[in-house]
């Protein structure tokens, strides 16, 4: 019989580790992998030879990422290999190692997102099928198009989607890993030289260069290592879907969002009123908009008032994008997936700091890839 | 996406009011554009089942961008970038007529252009959008 991560061997998230997202420099990918995997073993206390398996999450570095950096933690001939979904890849490597655990094949795996972004050409441009616009529509046009559009159907204003940015760059501020970590003004935002549509180049995601880890664990290696039970966070749902044809619908990324959130709430067995932080994909700052309606966290159309209205501010109702988020923390690719779960790992353990949002019990993770491809993970601490 | 964006002609034809050269599923009935013969993704029936279907040049306005940073050498920002819903169906996006959003509204009746471009020396012909009015 068919069955959820929830019902098969419980898997925590033991160690959480990064290095900081920044812009592209000539720091080598080892580097920043390293540095968050050994911050990660440090986190959960525990050593490398304890690791059973470790998949990387990247996208653009190149065939057989994994052994050219893990060798230097000491080859110890553990399972390894490399996962590629778009922006999705990180989240994915943590999906992997999670099933490793909670089917019994292992009981510690790594997921390690690490990537140094550049110009290689996707697949999607390699299938022979060409459109009226080819390149002339990037992702920041695509996005341009759903703000365009949610404005004119809600009668939302262009200050308000803007707002999702001083909101995000206020918590990148507090955030020693995030990319950018300087607060803005609504007006700053809006001054921004114009990128595509109403948006800016603030309500865009800086794309750079950086790497975070997260090792998971079973209730045996709990046991067996020592590692501090009151740390371990819960995965209590992985789900992973792609799109489908949505004949008639609004737009595929809030309708694959809306039904792969769904089966993640379904099979973590709560509801979007329960959830304390959130991590999305807020590469633009729309997204934020789209996705929590999307998630239920809203009714459709009232977004633009959650948003503006503190109640997903930090100490309200449900903190979004309390790292930061993809417009400040960064999406360097192939870490931000694993840099969310990282991320509401902390938030449930109490160890945010400053961006701490308070008595957060429930988290979700929410990353979108090209493709297109929707990952959620819900991570909750035991009470 | 492709190197050549709407250069290449098999997307639409010649004629005076110009045809966008969609598909339609024999199977179940899917109408889509750009054109492929792989395999339908509604239903997933294969590529000889997927016959053409020319669609009218005209539809409605859904949304509109005015793309401001553009990499490319092929076109020069800015250019305006619609979402056109065709009165057959499916949703296309193309590049506008005008440089600029100034007077376009969503719901704004749109048609079919065909524009002869020359990018670095290279002649060719695209299809793109205009409004309704200006169209005339």
Redesign the interface.
């Known amino acids: 019989m068919k069955k959820t991560l929830r019902q098969m061997r419980p898997v925590y998230v033991a160690g959480i580790g990064l290095h900081r997202y920044q812009r592209m420099s000539d720091t080598p990918y080892v580097t920043l992998g390293l540095t968050a995997i050994r911050e990660a073993l440090a986190d959960a206390k525990i050593e490398w030879r304890n690791v059973e398996s470790a998949y990387t999450g990247t996208a653009f570095i190149g065939m057989a990422a994994s052994r050219p950096m893990l060798r230097h933690l000491g080859a110890t001939g553990i399972a390894m290999a490399q996962v590629e979904n778009a922006s999705a890849s990180g989240s994915t490597a943590v999906r992997q190692a999670c099933l490793d655990v909670a089917s019994g094949l292992t009981d510690v795996s790594l997921a390690i997102g690490v990537d140094k972004p550049g110009p290689i050409a996707g697949a999607?441009?390699k299938?022979n099928?060409?459109?009226?616009?080819?390149?002339?529509?990037v992702p920041?046009?695509h996005f341009?198009?759903?703000?365009?559009?949610y404005m004119?159907r809600y009668g939302a204003t262009a200050e308000e989607v803007a707002m999702v940015a001083v909101k995000n760059n206020r918590n990148g501020a507090n955030n020693p890993y995030a990319q950018r970590q300087k607060a803005v003004t609504l007006e700053e935002v809006l001054a921004g030289?114009?990128?595509?549509?109403?948006l800016t180049r603030l309500q865009c995601c800086p794309v750079g260069e950086g790497a975070a880890a997260v090792i998971v664990v079973s209730d045996d290696a709990i046991e067996k290592l020592g590692i501090d039970r009151s740390r371990a966070v819960r995965v209590t749902a992985s789900v992973s879907r792609s799109e489908r044809?949505y004949?008639g619908a609004k737009n595929f990324d809030a309708e694959l969002t809306r039904e792969t959130v769904a089966q993640a709430y379904d099979e973590a067995q709560i509801s979007a009123q329960d959830l304390d932080v959130v991590e999305l994909h807020d590469a633009f700052t729309i997204e934020e908009l789209l996705y929590v309606e999307a998630m239920g966290l809203c009714s459709e159309g009232e977004g633009a008032r959650m948003i503006t209205s503190g109640a997903v501010d930090i100490g309200g109702k449900c903190a979004i994008s309390a790292s930061g988020g993809l417009l400040a923390m960064g999406h360097p690719i192939g870490p931000t997936g694993t840099g969310q779960v990282a991320e509401i790992a902390r938030q449930l353990r109490g160890e945010a700091g400053v961006r701490q949002q308070p008595n957060a019990r429930t988290g979700l993770a929410h990353m979108v890839g090209v493709g297109a491809v929707c990952v959620v993970h819900v991570l909750q601490k035991d009470s | 996406m492709s190197e050549t964006a709407s250069t290449a002609t098999e997307l639409f034809s010649s004629a005076a009011e110009p045809e966008l050269n969609g598909r339609r599923c024999r199977a179940c009935g899917y109408v889509f554009f750009p054109p492929q013969s792989y395999g339908c993704e509604y239903c997933g029936a294969p590529g000889d089942q997927l016959e053409p279907k020319p669609l009218r040049g005209a539809g409605a306005l859904a949304s509109f961008a005015t793309v401001h940073l553009h990499q490319g050498k092929d076109m020069e920002a800015p250019f305006t970038v619609g979402l056109i819903v065709l009165e057959d169906g499916p949703a296309v996006r193309a590049i506008l007529t005008q440089r600029t959003d100034e007077g376009l509204k969503i719901g704004d009746r749109m048609r079919a252009v065909i524009v002869e471009t020359n990018s670095e020396g290279a002649r060719a012909r695209e299809l793109r959008f205009c409004k309704e009015e200006a169209a005339r």
């Open positions: 999607p441009g299938t099928i060409h459109d009226l616009v080819g390149r002339r529509v920041f046009t341009a198009l759903l703000a365009n559009e004119n030289p114009p990128i595509s549509g109403s044809v004949r």
